[in-house]
């Protein structure tokens, strides 16, 4: 899929979303891992941000390559079980069954309402 077959509205964020923008920052990203310009980790950084939280499509190639990004850069990453998705489901239970076996000592995975209660 690509912005110009697809349409520019097939990859804006939902309105929920788009209205915390500011004081959250967007990012676009040409490739699978948001880390390969430095920009997203100089920011986060820049902001003394210590975990990350993933979400997102393709679990088995934009989500992989971000999470193995943020554990590469020392991170502490957190997998939104319920929060990612991929075009087939054995592509997705293969990639909670990778970071619940066998990096679960690099990438903790929880549901969202699990994440969000945490932090209340």
């Given at each position: 899929m690509t912005i110009a077959r697809a349409g520019k509205e097939m990859v804006e964020l939902l309105p929920?979303?788009?209205?915390h923008i500011p004081p959250?920052?967007?990012?676009?990203k040409p490739i699978y891992s948001p880390w390969l310009s430095g920009e997203l980790?100089?920011?986060?950084?820049?902001?003394?941000v210590?975990?990350?939280?993933?979400?997102?499509?393709?679990?088995?190639?934009?989500?992989?390559a971000t999470l193995?990004?943020?554990?590469?850069?020392?991170y502490r990453t957190i997998l939104?079980?319920?929060?990612?998705?991929?075009?087939?489901?054995?592509?997705y239970e293969?990639?909670?069954?990778?970071?619940?076996?066998?990096?679960s000592h690099h990438v903790e995975v929880a549901p969202v309402d699990a994440i969000l209660g945490y932090w209340h």
């Open positions: 929920e979303l788009a209205i959250a920052c967007l990012f676009d980790a100089r920011v986060l950084q820049s902001e003394g210590e975990e990350v939280i993933v979400s997102g499509g393709e679990a088995d190639m934009c989500v992989l193995l990004g943020s554990v590469d850069l020392d939104a079980e319920d929060a990612i998705c991929s075009t087939s489901d054995e592509a293969n990639i909670l069954k990778l970071f619940t076996k066998r990096y």
